[in-house]
């Protein structure tokens, strides 16, 4: 499976990128800053993009199966949090009406693990 990361350089980020290589899953890591990235996420491919930005979401999450938001605004900026949701939902339904397939919906499955995995 595609898994983009919005926020994965950040402390939940890193995990939700770890989990997704150790399962096998093809992971791009949107950040920021990648000079701070390339140090935490060497397996997966960064590349830098913007949650705020609708064109940034709509972009990179275009051939993507799951799109994670691990997201969070600098200390100081919390007000922030909910234009970044409302964004990454705008950048989201501007990938929708541009894909050819449309978005299939996946169901849980059991992974044997007691965890669930989309397939």
Known sequence: MRILVFGASGNVGRRVVAEALQRGHEVT????????ARRSLENATIVVGNAAAPQDVARLSAD????VSATRPKLGSEHEHPSTAESLLKGLRLTRHTAHSGWRRRQPQRTGHGRHDCR
């Open 64 to 67: 993507q199966d799951v799109v």
């Open 29 to 36: 890591a949107v950040v920021r800053d990648p000079d701070r």
